[in-house]
């Protein structure tokens, strides 16, 4: 079946404009993830969806940060007002739990160049 | 603070030479502990969760097992395509029983030669 996309894979933008990232997760899985991921680091948490509910955000940086799913399926991140900093690649993942097994499923990623 | 730490940071074999990636982790309560390989431009693709001390997970060439303090994944013979970057990552033990995001140690960056 098919697995998380992310759209688009590559993105440009100049410091100060606004960027949306798209995610869309496995179908029927309740559970979505995005992490942060910095050119030679692992991932790193950034918020977390169960269905519509953003149920923790506290690995957002800023709160140039935002990301919504309204229907409890595609997931946006917006990041307002883009730094330098802001330059990485945007990993979202999806899972359903069922029983102790709750793997996540990762998408290619968006890679994030601010200039 | 939870923690995790993979070792070494690189490794270089020749084909054929086996050997082992560490991951240590300091958690306060561990759920589950995965295994992802991560290969240039793509996102982090799912090999093995571990769930308790003694466990052990096999798939193809690599093996994981996990102890209470670390987790190890042995390479048998690697192939030139076992080349990527592995990834270790715990989820711990939250708020009502609900899911946990992930922690993420930095990688460990396998090239396997000829």
């Known amino acids: 079946g098919a697995g998380v996309s992310q759209s688009p894979r590559y993105k440009v933008a100049k410091r100060g404009q606004d960027v949306a990232l798209r995610c869309d997760p496995i179908s029927g899985h309740v559970s979505l993830f995005w992490y942060q991921q910095a050119l030679g680091q692992g991932p790193e948490f950034l918020t977390y969806?169960?269905?519509?509910?953003?149920?923790?955000k506290s690995g957002l940086p800023s709160d140039r940060f935002f990301a919504e799913r309204p229907e409890g399926s595609v997931s946006t991140l917006k990041i307002q007002r883009t730094q330098q900093e802001d330059s990485a690649v945007y990993l979202c993942?999806?899972?359903?739990?069922?029983?102790?097994?709750?793997?996540?499923?990762f998408g290619p990623g968006t890679r994030l160049l601010v200039l | 603070e939870d923690q995790v730490t993979q070792s070494p940071e690189a490794l270089r074999l020749q084909e054929g030479e086996s050997s082992s990636l560490n991951c240590s982790y300091t958690?306060?309560?561990?759920?589950?502990l995965f295994w992802y390989r991560q290969d240039p431009g793509k996102g982090p693709e799912f090999l093995f969760t571990l769930y308790s001390a003694g466990e052990e997970k096999e798939k193809e060439r690599l093996k994981a097992t996990l102890t209470k303090k670390e987790s190890f994944l042995h390479i048998t013979a690697p192939k030139p395509e076992d080349s990527a970057t592995y990834l270790c990552a715990v989820q711990i033990m939250n708020y009502g029983g609900s899911q946990g995001n992930l922690i993420f140690g930095k990688g460990t960056k396998l090239s396997v030669k000829p």
């Open positions: 969806f169960q269905n519509e509910a953003q149920l923790d």
């Open positions: 958690v306060s309560g561990l759920r589950g």
């Open positions: 993942a999806s899972s359903v739990s069922s029983g102790s097994s709750e793997t996540q499923y």
